[in-house]
């Protein structure tokens, strides 16, 4: 059984969020002030969470 994904859900996943579900960060406020102080970047520019 092949998994099915849809791109567009993947366009809507907060930063933050995503950041707390993969353990990259331990909380998701924490990810949230990463994202506010510039320190996680998207495509070359500072992300929003």
Known sequence: MDRVTDPS???ETR???WLCAVRLVKTRPLAT???EG???L???SPAKP
């Open 33 to 35: 002030q990463l994202c």
């Open 15 to 17: 930063i933050d969020r």
């Open 9 to 11: 859900a993947a366009e």
């Open 38 to 40: 510039g320190h996680v």
């Open 42 to 44: 998207l495509n070359g």
